[in-house]
């Protein structure tokens, strides 16, 4: 009972009072099995991190390499804000206000290219931008540490790396706006990871309201919505919308690509396209 309320709650986003009449029970009685069941996924199920395996990760750079022939490149990285509404006394409100003036948190994830989820921070207020949270997350050091090395794809919004390509802000010739299209369609997967994550998880999508919990019970949720997406990606589940499937098409990357070789500069992938 208690799992089938809190996936009620997690993808559909209703009224407290709305889950627990369907089920029978009160209000708070929802409240406190949502987050009871929220903390025993994180803990149980950790299916949230890069691959070790210096093979899972050549196979991660031949399906991003399929895309649109950027070589070494092991995730696309992104931000997203999901609304939140419940504030505890000690928090700054005001620290909450994205730039879109709303409450929210915002959301740093990297994906790979079939839309699973590599990487998450879900702790920085919606007023923080995607480069003070990457500067101040964890992820550089995960990157910089993985075997046989790699680097992320970023939007404008980040800044130049020697892990994180990010697109020519004034492409000058052909080889650059060549490479600025194919680190777009290549970094996209991010993109599409979070709409299909918000179509299964309508409670982080703003027409199912807001998250109505103190800032840190909202990252539990949050946390949870990722995992049971990977769990999602992992097992095929179709994705539905009303009545009708949606197909995700998560293995639609052919995998008899040719390791490619590592580049330091997007100087030198722009010449490579």
Request: proline fraction near 5%.
């Amino acid at each position: 009972m208690q799992v089938l309320v809190t996936l009620r709650y997690l993808s559909k986003g209703d009224f407290f009072s709305e889950v627990g009449d369907l089920h029978g029970i009160s209000r708070p009685s929802v409240s406190r099995i949502i987050h009871n069941v929220c903390l025993a996924i994180n803990t149980k199920v950790k299916n949230i991190s890069f691959p070790d395996n210096p093979r899972d990760l050549r196979e991660i750079k031949n399906h991003f390499h399929a895309i649109a022939r950027i070589p070494n490149c092991v995730g696309a990285v992104d931000g997203t804000l999901i609304p939140i509404k419940g504030m505890s006394g000690l928090e700054d409100i005001y620290a909450y206000v994205c730039r879109k003036s709303f409450h929210a948190l915002n959301i740093q994830a990297v994906s790979n290219a079939r839309m699973r989820f590599l990487h998450l921070n879900a702790c920085f207020p919606g007023s923080s931008h995607d480069a003070f949270v990457l500067s101040n997350s964890g992820l550089p050091t995960r990157i910089t540490s993985l075997p046989e090395g790699g680097w992320l794809l970023g939007d404008s919004g980040y800044p130049l790396k020697n892990w994180l390509i990010t697109p020519f802000a004034t492409p000058r010739n052909d080889e650059e706006r060549k490479f600025n299209d194919a680190h777009g369609r290549t970094r996209v997967v991010v993109e599409r990871a979070f709409g299909v994550l918000k179509s299964r998880f309508r409670c982080l999508h703003k027409s199912g309201g807001s998250l109505p919990f103190s800032s840190l019970k909202c990252s539990r949720v949050i946390e949870t919505c990722f995992r049971l997406h990977n769990m999602a990606i992992d097992q095929r589940v179709p994705l539905r919308e009303g009545s009708r499937v949606v197909n995700v098409n998560h293995n639609a990357i052919c995998n008899d690509i040719a390791q490619p070789t590592a580049q330091q500069t997007r100087q030198c992938i722009a010449e490579l396209l």
